[in-house]
């Protein structure tokens, strides 16, 4: 997804995932729902959002989390717990949450992250405005 935005950061920023290409949106979300025989894709989690009520709050983003296997006990998960098999709950992948370290390397939990501008928003409510513009 960097590439296709030109970004060279490991974080996609608000305006890269806003204007990110829906036919290269569409094409991601196809191979992750072929190579998984459709339970891993944004049209998945999309469908699993909508079915929890399809708002843009911070309820509704711990509620898909949680469904994700995202957050689990009241922490985000770690990137290495994430699980890539069709075991994982559908939906789980292609993870979009955000994991933050310190400079340090200890976990920051939280689903906010600072920036130049102020605080960002979690990038899986900016992933699904997206899905839905592009009627994925």
């Known amino acids: 997804m960097r590439k296709i935005t030109n970004q ?5 920023d608000n305006d890269a995932i806003n204007n990110f290409p829906c036919k290269e949106l569409r094409t991601i ?15 998945v989690q999309k ?48 993870f979009s949450g955000m994991i933050i370290y310190s400079e340090h390397g200890e976990y920051i ?8 501008q102020g605080w960002t928003l979690w990038p899986t409510v900016l992933i699904m405005q997206r899905v839905l513009q592009c009627n994925i």
Do not use: M
């Not at 939990?109 to 130049?116: C, E, G, L, M, P």
């Open 47 to 94: 469908k699993i959002w909508l079915e929890l009520g399809g708002k843009i709050d911070d309820t509704t983003n711990i509620k898909l989390s949680q469904r994700l296997g995202w957050f689990k006990q009241g922490k985000w998960i770690d990137y290495p717990n994430l699980i890539f098999t069709t075991k994982a709950p559908e939906g789980h992948l292609p």
């Open 29 to 43: 979300d196809r191979l992750w729902l072929k190579y998984s025989n459709n339970h891993f894709g944004f049209s």
């Open 109 to 116: 939990d939280n689903q906010y992250v600072a920036t130049a």
């Open 8 to 12: 060279n950061s490991v974080l996609l």
